[in-house]
Nanobody, 115 residues
Framework: VQLVESGGGMVQTGGSLRLSCAAS????????MCWVRQPPGKGPEWVTG???????YYAESVKGRFTFSRDNAKNTMYLQMNSLKPEDTALYYC??????????WGQGTQVTVSS
């Protein structure tokens, strides 16, 4: 099992980024998946998850700004992030499971939002 994130970078407040997470060794379409972030100096924070039934849920802090999607044919997930704020600065991970409670996480991709 492998999860590889990409797409992070530095943007100004109000900007957008799209993160990708390419999976191998299992099918993202058949499982709950999520994105988790870790701001500098803080613990992990669940951002969004998709259930096994395909329904998406979001943390209140990102609702209306972030969109979680997946392409089953490419076995890849995406996190579209719009209207970015400095408080969105974090290392972003994709993880297996609706809340990411298992051992299968990617290596993370850094997102930095400047004010």
């Amino acid at each position: 099992v492998q999860l590889v994130e990409s797409g992070g970078g530095m943007v100004q407040t109000g900007g957008s980024l799209r993160l990708s997470c390419a999976a191998s060794g299992f099918s993202v379409g058949g499982e709950g998946m999520c994105w988790v972030r870790q701001p500098p100096g803080k613990g992990p924070e669940w951002v969004t998850g998709i259930s096994t039934g395909g329904r998406t849920y979001y943390a209140e802090s990102v609702k209306g700004r972030f969109t979680f999607s997946r392409d089953n044919a490419k076995n890849t997930m995406y996190l579209q992030m719009n209207s970015l704020k400095p408080e969105d600065t974090a290392l972003y991970y994709c993880a297996r499971g609706f809340k990411g409670g298992g051992a299968d996480w990617g290596q993370g991709t850094q997102v930095t939002v400047s004010s």
